[in-house]
């Protein structure tokens, strides 16, 4: 099984940073792609950052060059380091993972975190 835990989240001011980070462990060959999505109470869940095994990176329109998402390879982890952050931007915050999972055989799988909270005060 693959697991996956965010950590990271908290309370801050309009202007404020922060970064979160995403761990992903257990029986893992190799990861294809790891990222974020967040959702806001009464909002659909929409996509913020992702990156893939190749070092492509990708960002949702709304976080015009505020937020950064980066990776270690080697401990399978990748963090979000947020900046200038504006009360729109309170939500959970979810990271996502794909890749091959080591068994009998290789096999796709595909994991959620549970989820950290970010709150941004006015």
Known sequence: QVQVVESGGGLVQAGGSLTLSCEASGSIF????????RQAPGKQREVVAGTT???????????????????????????????????????????????????????IFDAWGQGTQVTVSS
């Open 30 to 37: 190799s990861i294809n792609a790891m990222g974020w999505f």
């Open 53 to 107: 095994g190749g070092g492509s990176t990708n960002y949702g329109d709304f976080v015009k060059g505020r937020f950064t998402i980066s990776k270690v390879n080697a401990l399978n982890t990748v963090y979000l380091q947020m900046n200038s952050l504006k009360p729109e931007d309170t939500a959970v915050y979810y990271c996502y993972v794909k890749g091959y999972e080591l068994g009998q055989v290789l096999k």
